[in-house]
């Protein structure tokens, strides 16, 4: 069990470490966001009526709700695998931040093409960032220790 909680921490830190600077920089955020948007139209210019457009909708919420799920779940495992005061206080801020996310995400409106529906919210992602550099490389020691 030890062996797959260091092997998913540790891919789950080199994908923070790779989306940092989208997290930090506004016009990296944008930029992405952007790429998103035109992939969003090639959608909705593929899809062949409302319905097959409303399905791709809701299985991205259904898909983005599962995620946020399982990663709850895994750092609910986490934290009580390791077991210690601190990191337990680190596991509920990581999972409150998690359901922050998912609240945030709820509020935009999904495949949109308008880019301003795309908030860049620098304080809250500053947070994150710093929240997941700590939480990541401590879960990684005490599971090793």
């Known amino acids: 069990m030890t062996i797959f909680l260091v092997t998913v921490t540790a891919l789950l830190f080199i994908l923070r470490l790779k989306g940092i600077p989208k997290m930090l920089c506004k ?10 948007i035109n992939k969003n139209q090639l959608s909705f210019e593929k899809a062949k009526d409302e319905k097959d457009i409303e399905l791709v909708k809701v299985t991205v919420l259904v898909c983005g709700f599962i995620l946020e799920c399982i990663l709850a779940l ?72």
């Open 27 to 36: 016009k990296v955020y944008i930029k992405k966001i952007q790429e998103c």
């Open 74 to 145: 895994y750092y609910i495992i986490l934290g009580t695998h390791i077991g210690m005061l601190y990191f337990t206080i680190l596991t509920v801020l990581q999972i409150l931040t998690l359901i922050e996310t998912g609240r945030r995400q709820l509020n935009m409106k999904v495949f949109s093409l308008n880019i301003e529906d795309y908030k860049f919210y620098r304080w809250y992602f500053l947070f994150n960032v710093i929240l997941d550099s700590v939480y990541y490389p401590v879960a990684i020691y005490l599971l090793l220790k």
